[in-house]
């Protein structure tokens, strides 16, 4: 059974074009994380929600923007994407912030910027 | 300085071969090691946790040396089913939340 489930699984924009990418878990995990994963490089944190609070990395950029309006959903809000943000998008999960707990990955969504 | 750094490969073995990886990390406040295995154009999955006491499971063994701070994996009997990435990750709790930190992998190809 899924317990992280992306979708789309890919997904194509234009220059500009804002798009959303969507997760969803059947874990019930307090944490939600997004990751960018460029190719042949390592997956990259952008931002976790615990619960309600959102916690963004210093380094990403403010063209990226979360939601998660409750425990289940997640959502990755691209503004305006540009090439560079072409990637794939990994959504995780974790029962709780402590390094004891391990994270649940999602298949990731393939983003392409057209 | 990367923060996990990998030797990116590729490895090419033989089926049966026995081989290793290396891993070294930068930052002496990680508590957590582990290895993740990603296939193409999947998503990471553990592979196994990584303790200072060594720890194996089945043909897969992993060391960590905090002294050095440096991580090994080794794979036994090499199967064709190995091939795929190799992802050396720390976990650190900077402002007490849990953050994995992912080398860029190293690639093993294993052929008959």
Redesign the interface.
């Known amino acids: 059974d899924a317990m992280v489930i992306q979708n789309p699984r890919y997904q194509v924009t234009q220059f500009g074009k804002p798009v959303t990418l969507s997760c969803s878990q059947t874990l019930n995990h307090n ?1 939600m994380y997004w990751y960018q994963q460029k190719s ?6 952008l931002f ?1 929600y ?1 619960d309600k609070d959102f ?1 963004n990395e210093a380094d990403t950029p403010d063209n990226f923007q979360s939601r998660r309006p409750n425990t289940s959903f997640c959502f990755l809000d691209i503004r305006s994407p540009g090439l560079g943000d072409a990637a ?1 998008y ?1 959504c995780a999960t ?1 029962r ?8 649940y ?4 969504t ?1 983003l392409t910027v057209t | 300085r990367k923060e996990v750094e990998q030797d990116p490969g590729p490895f090419n073995v033989p089926e049966g071969a026995t081989v290793a990886f290396n891993c070294t990390y930068s930052n002496s406040a990680s508590q957590s090691f582990f290895w993740y295995r990603q296939d193409c154009r999947k998503e990471p999955k553990l592979l196994m946790s990584v303790y200072s006491s060594g720890n194996e499971d089945g043909r897969f063994t992993a060391q960590l040396n905090r002294a050095s701070q440096y991580i090994s994996l080794l794979i036994r009997d090499s199967k064709l089913s190995d091939s795929a990435t190799y992802l050396c990750v720390v976990n650190t709790e900077p402002g007490g939340y849990n953050k994995l930190i992912f080398g860029a992998g190293t690639r093993l190809a294993v052929h008959p």
């Open positions: 944490v042949s490089q390592a997956p990259k944190l976790h615990y916690n794939m990994l974790s709780g912030t402590s390094t004891a707990y391990e994270q990955f999602g298949p990731g393939r």
